[in-house]
């Protein structure tokens, strides 16, 4: 017996051995690109480049900048380190005190797309510039023509007076897949032409920017922003742009706007220096799962309105506070951040369709698309009002008419305001004295007696959406009354 369990054992042992080449050969490995060649190819195309400010210099005393006087005399007699201005210190040239001297304000990245010398890069790195330098990995400097910036996507075109440049080719951003190899070339910290590289670790990222991200692990500091992101192609797929990190340098976890959007943007700065962009006047608020469901469309999509520009586009089309829009022109609006971006994509005078989710049931809208820079009303904010006698209904609140003054200042037709706290379930979701409940559910409030009508029907074991105004917000509240 004992020969046969050896002799079993022996073969399933062979067999196991036998099956391990057959294993590896439908697992082959995969090797790690060699980025030598790419980076040879690409890094004369990356630029460095340096910004500067005019700063009024004030007449101070000798030291060392930025440490008190006191410690700086400690430095120089027990360490014997020498000080400008201080016996035994070398001398300091004093600046003419009050005029402006050109002092170095930040450090970033940059790529030429066209070999005459015009150069993507983040807006935030010229921003606020008196003077732009870029420098080329030969050394070459140039001035730079700033020829537009868009602070809402952070992208800048800046030109220098240059031919016969090398040129990085433009990939597909749409194409990226999640995973695949990706290296960084940059200057973090100032260190020109520093190569990094990493994978794509998400897609459409979404940080509540005006622009989905490309999420990467590549490391990416300070100084990097403004350089490209390349595929092994040696395209550029992305703009590298922010980091997430606690300590303000890299911590595995970098973001970059695809190439695509970042053109599209691109072309209008080179051309009309700036951005033109759509707007209908909305503010939006988070659809969250539970508001959704009391909503009864079953699960959270769409863009929640909570607030309506007065007498702005939207307003003008029907669209109201507490709206959920589901679709502007043909688009499908899958969360809040997808409107802007739609909407910005319209040409302003576009007349756009819109689809609305409005107590209970869709509603087809038209709503005239106008430029941001048309003028915006200020909604003035409400104050809020003492509390009143009365007692504490099913909703825990004390509520009294609306005054026209208030109505018409909060640009609302009817509702009550909340005058009294009690205990109850509006209440504990925040609601505050001076807040305005205008609708419950797919009712309208229009006074205190419809109001307390209403909520005595209401079936305690549903929860119900109560719609509360406050100052220019309509926030939805998904309630079980008491």
């Known amino acids: 017996m004992k020969k046969y369990l050896i002799a079993l054992l022996a073969i399933f042992s062979l067999g196991q051995v036998a099956f391990i080449p057959m294993a590896s050969a439908q697992n082959p490995r995969v090797s790690i690109p060699d980025f030598a060649d790419l980076v040879e190819r690409a890094s004369p195309a990356v630029v460095n480049i340096r910004t500067t400010e005019k700063v009024v210099q004030q007449q101070t005393q000798g030291g060392i900048p930025g440490i008190p006087e006191d410690q700086a005399e400690f430095f120089r007699r027990f360490f014997g380190v020498p000080i400008p201005g201080l016996p035994g210190g070398p001398k300091q040239a004093q600046p003419n005190p009050g005029k402006p001297q050109e002092s170095d304000r930040g450090v970033g990245s940059g790529f030429i797309i066209e070999s005459n010398g015009l150069i993507l890069t983040n807006a935030h790195v010229v921003e606020g510039a008196n003077t732009i330098y870029v420098t080329l990995t ?17 992208i800048a075109v800046v ?74 192609a040696g395209q550029v797929i992305g703009i590298n742009s922010q980091i997430f990190s606690r300590s303000g340098g890299y911590m595995g976890i970098s973001f970059a706007i695809p190439i695509d959007e970042a053109m599209r ?26 508001i959704a469901e009391s909503l009864g469309l079953g699960k959270p999509r769409g863009a929640y309105v ?58 087809d809208l038209a709503v005239t698309v106008v430029d941001t820079e048309a003028g915006q009303a200020v909604v003035k904010k409400s104050d809020n009002s003492s509390s009143s ?86 926030m939805i509240i998904p309630v079980k009354p008491k």
Request: glycine letters at 14%; a positive charge.
């Open 138 to 154: 030969d050394k070459r400097e140039y001035k730079a023509k700033l020829l537009g910036l868009d602070k809402r996507t952070d």
């Open 389 to 474: 006698g009365g007692s504490a209904n099913s909703l825990g609140v004390v509520v009294s008419e609306l005054s026209d003054a208030k109505r018409k200042e909060l640009n609302i037709r009817g509702g009550v305001e909340v005058t009294g706290l009690g205990d109850g379930p509006l209440v504990r979701a925040g609601v505050r004295s001076g807040d305005v409940i205008i609708r419950i559910a797919d009712a309208d409030i229009t006074g205190v007696k419809q109001f307390e009508s209403l909520i005595k029907g209401l079936d305690v074991n549903k929860t119900i959406p109560v719609f509360v105004r406050r100052a220019d917000s309509t």
């Open 306 to 363: 909570r607030n309506v520009e007065p007498g702005g586009p939207a307003a003008t089309g029907g669209i109201e506070s507490g709206d959920v829009i589901l679709s502007f022109n043909g688009r499908d609006i899958g969360k809040s951040t997808d409107l802007p971006r739609a909407v910005g994509d319209t040409k302003p005078g576009t007349t756009a369709s819109l689809q609305v989710w409005r107590k209970g049931a869709t509603k």
């Open 159 to 232: 030109k220098i007076d240059a031919r016969d440049l090398p040129k990085l080719s433009l990939g597909d951003s749409s194409r990226v897949r999640v995973g695949e190899w990706v290296l960084a070339i940059g200057s973090p910290f100032g260190l020109e032409n520093t190569v990094t590289a990493g994978i794509v670790s998400a897609k459409s990222r979404d940080t509540g920017d005006y622009l989905p991200f490309i999420q990467t692990d590549v490391a990416v500091n300070p100084g990097n922003s403004g350089g490209p992101l390349l595929n092994t």
């Open 265 to 290: 943007v691109a072309d209008q700065l080179r051309t009309n220096g700036k951005m033109t962009r759509g707007r209908i006047g909305v503010a939006l608020g988070e659809l969250t799962k539970e």
